[in-house]
């Protein structure tokens, strides 16, 4: 089977071919570790370990590698704040951010390099760079000239002209180009520094993704992916520095997801303050986050609404029910043959999957499989049912949408139904004492009214008297 990916440097799709047959180097951005991270963080990181998966059950034997920026603004302004080292900082929230992509269900990548782990291979780059022609220094900066990288722009589809004349910020006096960067810096007072030929300092952002890529997959990769919003100027620079470093091309395919949206009132309706993956996971468990992130092809938006979330609660409740009470199911010993649904299961997945890495079609496919199976459990051959199990196994390796833990998952949800219905049976109780307190104002009862109105101050419940005669409440904190 061809796999066919959407190349970003070319804007359309090509067929997948990697520069040793059979395997992959692939390489994904990833967090910034200062604080936990955000739902919205969440779907770059499944649609990286989603297309791991995938080249896997493919067949490609897959170098992945996701960074770790350890060395960031963000973290040194973060760890100041606390009182705290920066590099130790940092180290906590590595570990925060490895809980949390297990609880999405997240299979490790091959390596997962940190920036403060990277100084020596940062540094040779960017001596490359220099002698190769494409750095200048000024005041112990190093800087990056994009006049001199004839093809600045090829991925984003934008040209330095272009830059001039979007450029809305006072332009830095040192650069020659406002569309320069910083390879490397001086480190200011109280910031983390290393050793360098142009002084203590610490490198520019673009410049770890670089080093990280040429250390652990070589000069050049088959796949790099991030988010859309990091094509430029992150991925852009990435391609300036490692072409001018390493004087071949540094990767041959671009993907890039699109954004999970929040922008709707839904949203913070449905989810109020629960932003942190942290917070989501223990409310409905990481495979609904993880569901939902995979349900939607990767480069299409995300629109998070009430409907969406309800969804991905019902189905991921469904597939593991599904998938607990098929462990029981009996072969009919006077059942032959294999349904074609089933037999057809695994092999139409696959072509979804080949088809620019589309996990929503590959569920389309799972679901018909999981509503046939149901229809005719009393009716599997022996041969059908070990198919079944291997179906159930494929969906679980190749895109996660089946949790390697179904019983957990199915824990998960039984408590949020018990949360959601003390929820309503506390919300009917407070409803019921404010229609007697409105009977017992009717009769002139005053005591009781008051009494009703104590007993739910002590619950934490605020009344409100409206002028119109209706009554509403509130939680008091
Ligand atoms: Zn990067």
Redesign the pocket.
């Given at each position: 089977m061809t796999l066919k990916v959407f190349n970003n440097l070319s804007r359309s799709k090509e067929t997948f071919s990697p520069i040793e047959p059979g395997k992959v180097k692939f390489?994904s951005?990833g967090p910034t570790t200062y604080d936990f991270l955000h739902i919205g963080n969440a779907r770059a990181l499944v649609v990286g370990d989603l297309f791991h998966r995938i080249f896997k059950s493919l067949g490609y034997e897959v170098n992945f590698v996701r960074?770790y920026t350890d060395v960031d603004d963000k973290i040194i302004e973060r760890a100041n704040s606390l009182g705290r080292d920066a590099i130790e900082h940092a180290a906590i929230f590595v570990d925060e951010c490895r809980t949390d992509m297990d609880s999405l269900g997240m299979l490790p990548a091959t390596h997962t390099p940190k920036v403060s782990e990277t100084m020596p291979e940062i540094i040779d780059m960017i001596q490359d760079i220099i002698k190769n022609g494409y750095g200048y220094i000024v005041e112990g900066e190093v800087l990056y000239d994009v006049t001199k990288f004839k093809e600045y722009g090829k991925l984003s589809k934008k040209d330095l002209d272009g830059l001039v004349a979007g450029q809305r910020v006072e332009v830095d006096q040192k650069k020659k180009h406002p569309s320069d960067f910083v390879l490397w810096k001086p480190a200011k007072p109280g910031e983390p520094f290393w050793e360098s030929p142009w002084g203590k300092g610490r490198p520019g952002w673009?410049i770890?993704?670089s080093a990280m890529a040429k250390k652990f997959l070589g000069k050049t990769l088959d796949l790099h992916h991030?988010g859309v919003d990091?094509m430029f100027p992150?991925?852009e620079n990435?391609i300036a520095q490692s072409e001018a470093a390493n004087g071949c091309a540094f990767c041959h395919n671009w993907a890039h997801n699109e954004f999970l949206n929040f922008g709707s009132e839904k949203m913070s309706k449905s989810l109020g303050n629960v932003v942190r993956i942290r917070d989501f996971n223990e409310k409905y468990g990481g495979q609904v986050l993880r569901h939902i992130l995979i349900s939607v092809h990767y480069r299409a938006r995300l629109e998070w609404t009430e409907e969406v979330l309800q969804r991905g609660v019902d189905e991921v409740r469904r597939i593991h029910e599904f998938v607990l009470e098929a462990k029981n199911y009996i072969a009919n010993p006077k059942a032959t043959g294999v349904d074609k649904l089933i037999a057809d299961c695994i092999p139409s997945m696959k072509e979804e999957l080949s088809n620019d890495f589309n996990a929503a079609g590959s569920a389309g496919n799972f679901f018909s499989f999981l509503r046939f199976v149901k229809a005719n459990k009393d009716n599997l051959s022996a041969e059908a049912l070990k198919q079944v199990h291997e179906v159930i196994a494929f969906a679980n390796a190749s895109t996660g949408i089946v949790s390697s833990n179904p019983e957990d998952v199915l824990s998960h949800l039984k408590k949020l139904d018990q949360d959601t219905s003390t929820a309503g049976a506390e919300a009917a109780e407070i409803e019921k004492l404010i229609e007697e307190r409105k009977t017992a104002k009717a009769t002139k009862n005053w005591a009781r009214a008051d009494e009703i109105r104590d007993i739910l101050k002590a619950k934490k419940i605020e009344l409100k008297d409206n002028p119109d005669g209706t009554v509403t409440w509130k939680v008091i904190s």
């Open positions: 390489y951005c960074n673009h770890e993704c991030g990091l992150h991925h990435e």
